[in-house]
């Protein structure tokens, strides 16, 4: 049985390889060449443990094969997973024109029998109302009847990808026809996870939901940080406590310097603008919003209430990627914070251990360097801004080079603040402010 998967992006890709590994023949599709030809090298196009062995095992026992042609690989699959970008527009709401088109060339050839799964998120009805119209008048077959249609969303994490593909917390399928839903769930047979078949606007509004809901964990425990530091209490303290119980959870809620990514901030923003085109005001995931904001630019107020004017000043951001672990740099919190130290008068070094090309190439007049060292050397103050294992191990040491040692811990990685702050290196973290009265400890994780 064959699997096409149209769309080689960080979803696509990671889903095909990990469908190719539970033992079906998979064919990726993508219009880009250069991202097929590196594809074919076995080597993926952006960073992501475990997936470029997986690929080239798919490729080497020849489970994977891929091209650029849509109509070819629907004709020769059974099923047809639609992963291709949604991004968002400038109001806000989400970009359909990757998926509208993609449906068109996909209907062109389809035929009685198939299964088309969506995997792009989209906000619920886009599928009903927008892809399966272009798909019944291009082919001239019916929805749920001559061909089946599927939602299927994704739930994984960047770094983290191919664990959470084949160890889901939960698989999602919403269909037209129970029939449909029940073939595509019976792909993930040998995966052992809660699974839930809904009606297929049910499963849009799950995927968008579930986005909204972590970035809301996130702003709230980003607002309790800033009210800590006033009142001298340790935010990661009280957020262990908090979450240990069982209804409110301890994931995601470490407190730092917002939310990036290529998911969160697009999916509370298309769901915003969706709820609007409803004439329904979502006044808490615009709060949501707003904190995720404001909360970089607290790094930098820290800062200049420590070292007073920017101007001039030499700071050093240690963590360019919109996590750990990871290449990606879209809408990461070093662009606003790196702008905003520029905009002080501040002169801006950066470091990240794999994402210093692609932070370049979004900001190219800050000067980026290959290690902690140089990055820190003479710099009057740096801002901790991922959760890098690197980071967490600093130690009195690297700070040598720095003109004032002076560091901002905006994720709350360092481990040991009391030993460096014996050294005389001053640290302020988020979430708790001076250090001078640390009683918390670093490391958390957003995992
Ligand atoms: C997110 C969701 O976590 C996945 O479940 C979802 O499948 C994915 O979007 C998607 O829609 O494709 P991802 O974008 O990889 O995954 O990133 P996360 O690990 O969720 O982190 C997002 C941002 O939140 C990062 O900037 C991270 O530093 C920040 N974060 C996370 C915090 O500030 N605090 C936390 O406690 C957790």
Do not use: W
């Not at 509208?100 to 009685?112: F, Q, V, Y």
């Not at 009606?199 to 579930?210: G, N, R």
Request: with cysteine; glycine share 10%; net charge positive.
């Amino acid at each position: 049985m064959r699997i096409s998967v149209v769309g080689c992006g960080f979803v696509g890709l990671t889903t095909g390889v990990a469908l190719a590994h539970l033992g079906y023949r998979v064919h990726l599709v993508d219009i880009n060449k250069n991202r097929l030809s590196s594809i074919t090298e076995g080597e993926s196009p952006f960073y992501e443990p475990l997936l470029d062995k997986m690929l080239m095992t798919g490729l080497k026992n020849k489970t994977i094969t891929m091209g650029s042609d849509i109509e070819k690989a629907v004709k020769t699959s059974k099923f047809i997973i639609i992963a291709v970008q949604t991004p968002v527009d400038k109001g806000g709401s989400s970009n359909l024109s990757f998926l509208l088109k993609c449906s068109r060339s996909i209907a062109r050839s389809l035929s009685a029998g198939k299964i088309i799964i969506i995997k792009s998120t989209v906000p619920p009805g886009t599928t009903l109302n927008k892809v399966v119209p272009i798909l019944e008048s291009d082919s001239g077959l019916k929805a749920g009847k001559d061909f089946g249609i599927v939602m299927n969303p994704e739930f994984l994490q960047e770094g983290r990808a191919i664990k959470d593909t084949l160890e889901p917390s939960r698989i999602i399928v919403g269909s037209l026809k129970k029939k449909h839903g029940e073939q595509v769930m019976s792909l993930f047979h040998s995966i052992d996870a809660p699974k839930l078949i809904t009606d297929i606007p049910t499963a849009e509004m799950i995927k968008l939901v579930s986005n909204c809901f972590l970035a809301t964990k996130i702003s709230f425990a980003n607002e309790i940080a800033n009210l800590c530091e006033k009142v001298g209490v340790d935010v990661v303290e009280v957020m262990d406590g908090v979450g240990l119980d069982d209804r409110i959870g301890r994931r995601f809620l470490n407190a730092g310097l917002g939310f990036g990514g290529s998911c969160l901030p697009k999916d509370l923003s298309a769901l915003i603008a969706f709820s609007r085109n409803h004439d329904l005001n979502l006044r808490l995931l615009k709060a949501t919003e707003s904190v995720n904001s404001a909360q970089p630019l607290r790094a930098v107020d820290l800062l200049e209430e420590t070292l007073g004017s920017l101007k001039g000043k030499k700071i050093a951001i240690l963590g360019l990627a919109f996590k750990s672990g990871v290449d990606d740099v879209r809408d990461t919190r070093a662009l606003p914070i790196a702008t905003e130290l520029v905009s002080r008068g501040a002169t801006v070094m950066g470091y990240d251990p794999l994402a210093n090309e692609n932070f370049q190439k979004l900001l190219p007049s800050i000067s980026l360097k290959p290690s902690i060292k140089d990055a820190l050397f003479g710099a009057d103050g740096c801002i901790i801004q991922t959760e890098e294992k690197e980071f967490a191990k600093l130690r009195q040491q690297d700070f040598s080079g720095m003109r004032n040692r002076f560091v901002i811990d905006g994720r709350r990685v360092i481990q040991s603040p009391k030993k460096l702050t014996d050294f005389g290196i001053n640290i302020k973290a988020i979430g708790l402010g001076d250090t001078k009265s640390v009683r918390g400890k670093g490391g958390s994780s957003a995992k």
